[in-house]
Nanobody, 115 residues
């Protein structure tokens, strides 16, 4: 199993930055892939960034160039650095992990971008 705990969400003005963190209960190097999803009110949950073990990152077009996904193996933590935030980035952000053929989800953290 993998437990995931997100933090770092909050309220920010448009153009600002936030960094989300996702602490994993096991070594991130043992996890096949990790990523970030988000769900805005009234919309479907969408994948915005992911990184497979040993592979390159994926970014949704709408966040590419503004968001950066990374891991700190020493801290077993996944990050999402979000710059140039827009009101349309407002959503609950979820950390996910693919481990031993199962998906694991964090509890989510709210990001609100005011105009």
């Amino acid at each position: 199993q993998v437990q995931l705990v997100e933090s770092g969400g909050g309220l920010v003005q448009a153009g600002g930055s936030l960094r989300l963190s996702c602490a994993a209960s096991r070594s991130v190097t043992s996890i096949n892939a990790m990523g970030w999803y988000r769900q805005a009110p009234g919309k479907e949950r969408e994948r915005i960034a992911s990184i497979p073990k040993g592979g390159g990152p994926y970014y949704k077009d709408s966040v590419r160039g503004r968001f950066t996904i990374s891991t700190d193996n020493a801290k077993d933590t996944l990050y999402l650095q979000m710059n140039s935030l827009k009101p349309e980035d407002t959503a609950v952000y979820y950390c996910v992990a693919w481990y031993q053929d199962k998906w694991y989800w964090g509890q989510g953290t709210q990001v609100t971008v005011s105009s």
